[in-house]
Structure formats: C-alpha cells, structure tokens
C-alpha cells in the first residue's frame, strides 16, 4: 500500500503502533469512546506517526483480562475499570470506585492532586503496568427493581445481579448477589431469574433494555458515586516510547477523562427524562437502606483491611483525603445545590 | 505488522501478513479434511501460522500470551455451563431407554403422518430455542435422543441429520440468543428489541423447516418412512400416555423453569439432569453401569465441543493479529452504494464468511465495519431489523460445511452409521429454506419492526 | 501405557467433577427457594462459581482422555478412502504438525501467568468466589495431560506403522 506522509515537526520521531485492549463492548460508546478518544489525540498530536487501534472487549482478550494482557505485554496498553482486579490486589478497588467513596471532581482530585495515582502506581508496578485516569462514568444509578423496596429488610432474599464491593455490601444486608454478564442481565431480569440489577446509568441501561425488564429504578449508585476508568500501560512499552510521545498519551487519558465524565452528565441527564416519562419510576433508596449500607461498607472496610496490610495503609490515607474533600463540599457545591436545584 | 519504506514523502508498505492470512484459511482446509481432529486442526494451524508471522516479522511474539486470557475468558462463560447439563440429560434419557420409548410413542401419534418423528424433532428444537441459545448444547442433547430413533425408524441417515442440525441452529434466532446479544453489542440497538424483533422471524424460520420437513417426506417416500415400526404398534391409547408424559412433562418442566425464570438455563440443565436420574429409576433404567457410561458421555461430548472452542480462539487471534480483519476490510470498502446493492453485498458477504468463520468473529470483525453505511443508508431506525437480517443470515453459518459448527457438534455424537458425508449433505435443504426465510425477512422488514414498536406503545 | 492409566484417571475425575457439578446447580435452584422459604441463605456466589470451576475441571482434564477415546470430531470424509497405512501417517503427522504444537504453545504461555497468579493468591473479584489461581493451573495441566497423550499416541502410532512394515 501507499500513502502521503506528512513530513513536518515530528518527522524525527519514529512511528510507532500500539493496540489497546478495552473492557467494554462498542455498544457502550461513551465508555469505549474513552479509549477512542486517546487514540485519536495521540494521533492527531503527533502527526500520524503514533497510532493506537483499540479494541473492544473480545477481540483481543476478554473484558475482565484487560491487565493479564497489558502486564504480559501481548497488548502495550489497555483501557479499563481497576476495580476488576481486585482478586490480585483489594487497593485496586480505590483506582476506580468504593462504595460510599468520592464524587467524580473528589475522584480527579484524589488522583491527581493528593497523590492517589501514585499510590496506585506503586501497586500497578507490581505488575509490571502504569495506570492514569482516563475516564469517568458520573455519579451512577442504583439499580432496577422489579419491585418497590421498603427499607432494609425488603432487601432480605432479593435476587440481584451486582458486582465487586457494593455486592458484597449488598450480600452483608441480606441480598443474593448474582453476577452475571452484561448481555444477559435483560434477560434475567425481564424473565424474574433475579429481582434486580444494576449496570451504569440511564443512557447504558436503556441501551440494555433495562427499563422494559424492571419497572423500579432506585437512586443512588452509593456503591459507585464517581468511578474513574484507567488507561494501562506497560511499563517495557512505556520506557520504549520517547519522551514527546509520552506526553501525548498523558494528555489524552486526561483528555478522555474529562470528556467521558461530560458526555456521560448530558447523555443520562436527557436520558433519566425519558425514562421519567415512560413506565419507569425513579425511586429514593430512603435513608434505612443508605444507613444500613452504609454501616455494612464500614465494616467490610475494616475487614478487608485487617486482612491486607496494602489496602489497609491505602485506605487511611483515602479517608484523610475524603475527610477533607468533604468539609469543603460540604460548604461550597452542596450548601449551593441544595439551594438552587433543591427548590 | 509489516513495514514501511519512506521516500520522497510517500510510505511504502509491505505487509506479509496480507499473504499469511488468507493462506491460514487454505491450510486450515488441508488440516480438516486431512481427518485430523477438527479442534487440534485450528489449534496447529493458528500455531504454524503465528511462528510463521513472527518469523517473518509479521506479529510480536508476546502476542501468544492472549491465549490463556482468552481460554480463561471460555472457562468463566456461564452459558457454556448449559452444555454438559443437557448433554447429561440427553445421555441420561437416552441411555435409559427413555428417549427410544418417548420418541417411538411420538411417532405412533403422528405416525399417520409421513415424517412425524422429524417433525417431532422441529418442534423439541424449536423449544429448546426458546429456551437456551447454545448451540452446542441443542444439537449435541438432540443428537444424542432423537438420532437413533430415527435411524431405527428408518429415517434417511442425512434428511434425520439434516433435520437435527437446522433445528439445533434455531436458539440463534428464536430468542434468547448469544448471537443477538453480541450483534446488540456491536450495532448499538438494545437486545431487549432485538430479541422482541427477532421472535417471529424466529418462529417463521421454525414453521419453514416444519413445512419443508412435511413436504419433502411426501414428494420423496425414501426420506421418512410411512409407519414407525417399532415395538409399540398397536399399543393401547393409555398405555401410550403412560410413556409419553413423564418425560414430556420432564423436558417442559425444564424449558418451563428457563422461560418463566425460576432458573438459568445452567440451573434448568441441572435440575433437568437430576430429573432424567429420578426418571431412568422409576422406569427402571437407572444403575450405577449406566450413571458411568452417560457420566462418560457428558464428558468425552463436553471436551469435544469445548476443545474446538479452544482451537478456534487460537486460530481467531492469529487471524487477527496477521491482519486478517484489514483484509476484510478491503472487501468491504468499495460497498456499491443504493440500499439494494448495499444489502445484497453485504448479506452475501456474510454468507460467504460463515463458510470459514464462526459467528464471534463475523460478528466483531463485519458488523463495525457495516454500521456507518448501513446507519446512513438504510437509516438509523432500521438497524434493528438489519440486526435480525445478520442473526438469521448468522444462523446459517453454523450450517455451511466445511466450517460449520453444528455440523461438527452432531458428527460428534452421530453414530459412526451416519458419515460425515451424509450429514453434509442433509443440510442443504435447510440452508435453502433458511436462505428463502432471510429473502422474506428483507422483503418484508415488518416481520421484524412490529412486535417492538407494539412493545413501545404499550 | 503410564500416560494411559494417567489420562484414564484424569476421565475418572471429569466424570465426578461433571456429576458433582450437576448436583451443586440442581442445589442452587432448590436452596434458592427453599432459602427463601426458609428465611436462610442457601445457595452463594460461592456455590455458583464452583460449577464453573468444576466445568473447567472436566473440559481441560478432559482434553487428553477424549484424545485417547477418539472422542474428538474429525472431518473423515476422505480419510475412509485412504488405506489403512496411509490413515495412521495421517494421524502421526497430525499429532506431531498439529497437536503436539499446539499444545506446547499453550503450555508455553500459560504457565508464567498461572504462576503469576498463584504468588498473589489471586481470588475472585465477585462476593464470595472461588480463587482463581486454582482455576487457572487447569490450563497448563489440562495441556500437559493432552500433550503427554499426544506422545502416547505417537509411539503407538509409530509401533503399529512398524508392525505393517514388517508383516
Ligand atoms: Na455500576
Ligand atoms: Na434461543
């Protein structure tokens, strides 16, 4: 084949290719479209000569072996949630959501300013990996239900698909987690295989056919206020890769995480409308069921972080940050949304 | 992949792997019919193949280190679990006389009809359809009941194995289906529509084979035979409901559990598997000889099915990572314009694929690749009913020898009687009559559109 | 043969593993609603991934024996018209062109990563579940097994193209 090369500024710098494995189907475009925008970026700012194809979940490796794949090098870069690898390392979990953790802007704050990325990092090395954050989902919704709950008890004995940590908090009061892949949640739902699920927010979810399964649809997402997504990369690649281009990438994951986190704030925001005025009901958890979760999450904390001392020193330095994060919230966005949106 | 030469500001590229990826595809047809296991045919040629493209500095060599993620994706697939749980009960009923007894009395009811038994095996399929979409597990579980007692009947060895491998290849269409949820996943069209448009041209393509099933027994007497003639002619009314309802009502309560959600389609199967055990006691044909023998069989057909998955997961990212979706890609670039030209090149392209390639791979490396121009010509609100044209046109590619996993699902349980050769050559009727259906399906796009958009309004 | 009796005893395992794992998802069903009746917790995540581990079980230890039964599907179309001779020079350069490679690959790459995993003990992501770097030895085991077998029947292929040449 033959093309026209553009022979200006980064025409010392070599060509290079890279694959990025992705966790997520075409289908979610906002979430995959992170991945879209880093490849895009990257090309664009260096002129065509570092490319990046990415790839949805399957092509390569599968959705959940996104890490196997970038730390055994068969891809140099990835993008995915961190918290699906918490079965080799529970610190992982910080890296994109814990239950009853921070807001998207506390999330990006953490990371970046209060050296939360690092202290990933220092975990990912492990790995042979880097991260940086490189996306963000918006607060996310709590779930569909088949039918209206009724404070923490209503919960005993419900079927629900709902993965990681909020699944466990969800076991803790009662509820017989399931975890099932994503095509299949409509169909055990709509079916009554489970009583409920939860996925993303409105936008995915109606994608998925949620709203014709369940006709309940509870906030918050408590156990995913602010999840961040995390681009991989591996570290052989990255030491390869010259310093120019290496910023390149850098700028596009934050590029990505800034655009994803307000394509996702539009898209549900028209989203939830539509669902308003449809068939669904959007429901408050009521404040039993976040009071009972929420002292289910404190002592899962603690006892995961009896049992690891990592996620353990983690986790001290991310209630110091949270406790800061939210005397100022509380004085500033909160005290000014609960006047102007709140009446 | 490949390399580049710059001069004078032009590229010149050179890829060997644009030569390696169609020369995989003639390799892998020298290693099936050389009679090699199918699965270590996929399996050696992706090997030969992949060392071949790092050699030739095609591909990195870490890319091999994909595999075991990509087997450790196969084993933790919950819907595979279906797999062994129905062949189980399959084997269980079969073993135990049951199926023989149950299908014979079948036949005796429909016996006035000419091709009953076949009919019957439409019917089993298409419930089986509408309960798990695995493939594997409807074409290996109905193999495993209702191929004997064909052949016992006298059935044709290749209209029997026709009939079995088509029916079994209905769960694509006839919702729940794994190929509507990945088609759902790469068009952007929610699998709740796709499922709700996927149903009567589902039920269309089930009707189709039972016409085609009855007609063709009629047109030619050497297909079906006139009468069963097996051990219960003449037996009385009552006697016959005694054999007939126990495992009937066995195979609805599992299909029943799916459809009404008190059970996965893996629980069902296991539920249904204990229930078999439960019958072949009452009925006297359980011991711990035939528990053994059926244990053997669930898992000697379990290896077989899931060893081709394994080779065919090897020999999908070498395909890839040589390039093989660029290669594709060039077909697909210069799609003659107009929605007539678009639909018939892409519909046969499709067709043509599914002759080398299973359905996953179609699905990835196709469906993105069709989606701008399907989006601006047929427009963004017929994507739903061009999802269902792939999944029906997909279905068939589960049928087209030489590559055709349900024929080597059935090949895997047909009796050595039935040759590969007979079970290639009962397939193309229904490859006929499937091909027919997805003519009326475009023709007529409210086949698909009219249960969602009912859907919508209530 | 020891790699025989070897994959034989492997077969016996899938065989309890597959019975087993039918047991464990009949239960699931029935501790679901009897749970419910109950007001107890009968069926788990654990439950749900030990059908899972012992499907892999059977599938992957299963590789080599069904080897050896001839259970795997094969396109015999024109290997029935070739003479007897010619059939077992097919299989001996499949086994050694196809299989052996095949199989070595993937022992190749999958051991570091289930090495890899067992340093760190890893479990499941998901409440309740089964480690997975138990799940994860199944593959270069279950690809031993089938290359052992491979070997096993390479000398058996190579005594019985010997016997024709001498008789
Ligand atoms: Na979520
Ligand atoms: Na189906």
């Known amino acids: 084949s033959i093309r026209r090369v553009d022979g200006t500024a980064t025409a010392e710098l070599p060509r290079v290719r890279w694959r990025m494995a992705t966790s997520w189907p075409h289908a979610l475009d906002t979430i995959y479209g992170g991945a879209v925008t880093i490849a895009d970026q990257v090309s664009a700012m260096s002129g065509g ?19 196997d794949a970038v ?63 490189a996306g963000n989902t918006g607060p996310q919704m709590g779930g569909w239900f088949k039918r209206q709950l009724d404070g923490p008890d209503s919960l005993k004995g419900l079927k629900m698909r709902i993965p990681g940590l909020g699944g466990k908090v969800m076991a803790d009061l009662g509820v017989n987690v399931q975890v099932l892949p994503g095509g299949e949640i409509y169909l055990a739902l709509e079916r009554g295989a489970i009583d409920a699920a939860e996925f993303t927010g409105p936008y995915d979810d109606s994608k998925l056919g949620l709203p014709k399964a369940a006709r309940f649809y509870y906030y918050p997402g408590w156990w995913e206020p602010g999840p961040t997504l995390t681009a991989l990369v591996n570290q052989r690649a990255w030491a390869k890769l010259p310093e120019a281009y290496q910023q390149m990438f850098e700028s596009a994951c934050q590029s990505a995480n800034l655009l994803m986190l307000s394509r996702y704030d539009r898209l549900n925001a028209k989203a939830l409308e539509t669902l308003r005025q449809g068939t669904t009901q ?62 | ?34 009679g090699y296991p199918v699965a270590f045919g996929l399996g050696g040629v992706a090997v030969i193949f992949g060392v071949l493209g790092i050699a030739l500095g095609a591909i990195d060599p870490l890319f091999f280190s994909a595999l075991p993620s990509r087997i450790f994706g196969i084993m933790s697939n919950f819907t595979l679990l279906a797999i062994p749980t129905f062949v189980f009960m399959g084997a269980m009923l079969q073993t135990s006389g049951i199926a023989e007894r149950l299908l014979q009395a079948m036949g005796q009811l429909l016996g006035r009809l000419r091709g009953g038994l076949a009919l019957a095996v439409v019917l089993v399929g298409s419930l089986m359809a509408a309960t798990t979409g695995v493939t594997a597990a409807t074409v290996t579980t109905m193999g495993l009941i209702s191929l004997p007692a064909m052949l016992q009947s006298g059935y044709n060895k290749s209209f029997a194995s026709g009939v079995i491998v088509a029916s079994g290849t209905l769960g694509q269409l006839i919702p729940p289906s794994i190929v509507l949820v990945v088609l759902g996943d790469q068009l952007g069209v929610s699998v709740g529509d796709l499922f709700l448009g996927s149903l009567i041209p589902g039920l269309l393509m089930a009707g189709a084979f039972a016409v085609y099933v009855l007609i063709a027994s009629q047109l030619n007497p050497t297909l079906a035979p006139e009468r069963t003639e097996a051990g219960l002619a003449g037996v009385a009314p009552l006697q016959l409901l005694r054999v007939l309802i126990p495992p009937l009502v066995l195979i609805l309560l599992v299909l029943g559990s799916i459809f009404f959600g008190i059970a996965t389609p893996t629980e069902a199967g296991a539920i249904g598997a204990v229930g078999a055990m439960a019958l072949a006691a009452l009925e006297g044909g359980f011991s711990r000889t035939n528990l053994s023998k059926v244990c053997d069989e669930t898992l000697r057909v379990t290896a077989m099915v899931m060893a081709i998955l394994l080779g065919s997961t090897a020999f999908a990212l070498v395909f890839r990572s040589l390039g093989g979706d ?86 895997g349980v047909a009796p050595k009687e039935v040759s590969t050769k007979a079970i290639y050559q009962g397939v193309w009727p229904f490859i006929a009559v499937q091909v027919a259906v997805l003519v009326l399906i475009i023709l007529f796009p409210a086949l698909v559109n009219t249960l969602p958009a009912l859907s919508q309004t209530s | 043969m020891g790699i025989d009796r070897l994959n034989q005893a492997a077969g016996w395992l899938g065989r309890w593993a597959l019975l087993l794992m039918i047991g464990i998802g009949a239960w699931n069903v029935v501790g679901r609603y009897l749970g419910l009746a109950l007001g107890l917790s009968l069926s788990s995540n654990a439950l749900i991934e030990a059908q899972w581990f012992l499907f892999d079980v059977a599938f992957l230890l299963g590789l080599g024996y069904a080897l050896q039964q001839r259970a795997h599907v094969r396109i015999d179309i024109l290997l029935n018209r070739q003479s007897r001779r010619r059939q077992l020079q097919l299989e001996l350069a499949g086994t050694v062109i196809l299989l052996l490679p095949f199989a070595v690959m993937v022992l190749l790459v999958s051991w570091q990563p289930t090495l890899q995993s067992w340093l760190l003990l890893e479990a499941s992501p998901d409440p309740g579940g089964l480690p997975r770097y138990l799940a994860k030895s199944l593959i270069p085991l279950g690809f031993l097994l089938l290359a052992l077998q491979g070997v096993a029947e390479l000398i058996r292929l190579r005594r019985a193209l010997q016997r024709r040449e001498e008789g």
């Open chain 1, 49 to 67: 000569r570092f490319t990046i194809e990415p790839y949805a979940a399957g092509e390569i490796v599968p959705g959940l072996q996104v890490l």
């Open chain 1, 71 to 133: 730390q055994n090098g068969a891809v140099e870069c990835g993008h995915t949630a961190s918290y699906y690898y918490v079965g080799k390392n529970p610190a992982l979990a910080f890296g994109t959501a814990v239950p009853f953790g921070l807001t998207p802007q506390q999330q990006n704050t953490w990371l970046y300013e209060a050296g939360g990325n690092d202290a990933l990092n220092r975990i990912y090395a492990d790995f042979g990996v880097r991260s940086f954050p």
């Open chain 1, 282 to 343: 959007v429901e408050f958890y009521g404040d039993g069921i976040m009071n009972a979760a929420r002292s289910a999450t404190d002592d899962l904390m603690a006892d995961i972080a009896r049992g690891d001392a990592g996620f353990n020193g983690l986790w001290s330095e991310w209630k110091q940050f949270r406790q800061l994060a939210r005397g100022w919230n509380q004085v500033t966005e909160l005290s000014y949304a609960r006047f102007s949106d709140g009446n």
């Open chain 2, 1 to 34: 992949m490949g390399f580049e030469i710059e001069a004078f500001g032009w590229a010149i590229g050179f890829y060997p792997a644009e030569v390696l990826a169609p020369l995989m595809f003639l390799a892998l047809i020298v290693a099936l019919l050389s």
């Open chain 2, 326 to 411: 660029a290669l594709i890609r060039q077909v697909l670039v210069n799609l003659p314009g107009g929605q007539v030209g678009f639909l018939v090149v892409s519909m046969a392209v499709i067709f043509a694929l599914g002759f080398f390639i299973d359905f996953f791979e179609i699905a990835f490396i196709v469906v993105p690749l069709l989606l701008p121009s399907a989006r601006e010509l047929l427009g963004p609100e017929n994507l739903l009913w061009f999802g269902v044209l792939i999944g029906a046109n997909l279905q068939t590619s589960f049928l087209t020898p030489p590559f055709g996993f349900a024929l080597f699902f059935l090949r």
